[in-house]
T-cell receptor, first 111, second 114 residues
């Protein structure tokens, strides 16, 4: 299972773009990269998923370099409500699809 | 789409009693569901993998006789905490596998054992 490493915490201000990078040096060929957002006392919420290059949806972008050993979640123009913990997960159907959560990144958005 | 529900959302019980938590996939079928536990200010810890029609696979250190998992249908998995004790108090979260690469999570169940 690929282990992930993220910054423990980040601070930002409203309206700024926030980039959270995740390292996954041991990512396997079949692994996908998925990012989740979690608010206190709630289950994680799916944000975005990708395999390579760039993926964009209505809430975020995900940048994955060619070697896939890292990925960057980009949140455009954050607001106070984006204050949460963000988890990067790496997993696939290989080995029965088991994903292990890392420590996550605690993002604090200030006014 | 891909909505996962849990019931109850919170439960308080006396020490020594058993508590059952339900996890349902509302708009899709899930052959695989997962159960996690989360303590305050910590990350999610995988407890077990639940496969429809077969025995659950438990992570190392998780007592299978303590945490009984049943996945009797493609939309329902249950976690029963047997003979609960205060140290079992935690936030329990389930997830359901949507496709080969993705899982969606339930809202979680807060368990408090007195």
């Amino acid at each position: 299972l690929a282990k992930t490493t993220q910054p423990i915490s980040m601070d930002s201000y409203e309206g700024q773009e926030v980039n959270i990078t995740c390292s996954h040096n041991n990512i396997a060929t079949n692994d996908y990269i998925t990012w989740y957002q979690q608010f206190p006392s709630q289950g994680p919420r799916f944000i975005i998923q990708g395999y390579k290059t760039k993926v964009t949806n209505e809430v975020a972008s995900l940048f994955i370099p060619a070697d896939r050993k890292s990925s960057t979640l980009s949140l455009p123009r954050v607001s106070l409500s984006d204050t949460a913990v963000y988890y990067c997960l790496v997993g696939s159907n290989t080995g029965g699809f088991k994903t292990i959560f890392g420590a996550g990144t605690r993002l604090f958005v200030k006014a | 789409g891909a909505v996962v529900s849990q019931h109850p959302s919170w439960v308080i019980c006396k020490s020594g009693t058993s508590v059952k938590i339900e996890c349902r996939s509302l708009d899709f079928q899930a052959t695989t569901m997962f159960w996690y536990r989360q303590f305050p200010k910590q990350s999610l810890m995988l407890m077990a993998t639940s496969n429809e029609g077969s025995k659950a696979t438990y992570e190392q250190g998780v007592e299978k006789d303590k945490f009984l998992i049943n996945h009797a249908s493609l939309t329902l998995s249950t976690l029963t905490v047997t003979s609960a004790h205060p140290e079992d108090s935690s936030f329990y979260i389930c997830s359901a596998r949507v496709n080969q690469e993705t899982q969606y999570f339930g809202p979680g169940t807060r368990l408090l054992v007195l």
